[in-house]
């Protein structure tokens, strides 16, 4: 791998898990329950510069990606609950990365974002935990990928996901010594 890879891939690109044990279940959904805290210990005390700065050349900036996160999150979270309530849902497709340039995420404080995810994780993990194996064998249709997904799936991207974006800031905290 290399430099430009590494950083826009930390950990690695998702690999879709040929089997999710229930293990894997317990472990990604505590990924999920720890990541708010996490997250908001990580960048909270923050200044405007450390938070305007982009992770690689290129990359969105800290900024951003917190508020990328909450956007994501709040996105995937819905998915999950109309698969639920829903035979195999076609879900909206959303741009990212027209969403990450738009003001809220560009210029606005991360304290809303962090609340959010605070909130958001807590009812996702409350869910999570009363799932059953059946549940989560539910899926929804992703029109852009062109495919079915389950919230087994769904839930081992989130997590990967949550773990991806936390390496980009505390890589970037490292090599600038921060």
Request: net charge negative; charged share 30%.
């Amino acid at each position: 791998m290399d430099n430009l890879d590494h950083k826009k891939y930390p950990i690695g690109k998702f690999q879709e898990p040929k089997k999710i044990s229930d293990q894997d279940i317990d472990r990604h959904t505590q990924t999920l329950k720890d990541f708010p805290s996490k997250l908001k210990h990580l960048v909270e005390h923050w200044n405007n510069d450390q938070l305007d700065t982009q992770y690689r050349e290129g990359g969105w900036t800290v900024r951003q990606l917190v508020n990328h996160l909450a956007d994501s999150h709040m996105n995937s979270f819905i998915r999950f609950k109309l698969a639920l309530t829903e035979d195999n849902p076609t879900v909206k497709p959303w741009d990212e990365k027209q969403w990450a340039e738009l003001q809220d995420s560009f210029n606005m404080d991360i304290k809303p974002a962090l609340q959010i995810l605070k909130g958001l994780h807590k009812r996702w993990v409350f869910e999570l935990k009363s799932l059953t194996n059946r549940e989560f064998e539910s899926t929804f249709h992703h029109p852009a990928q062109h495919r079915n997904i389950t919230l087994l799936e769904s839930l081992a991207f989130y997590a990967w996901h949550c773990d991806h974006h936390f390496a980009h800031i505390e890589n970037l905290k490292t090599e600038n010594n921060w």
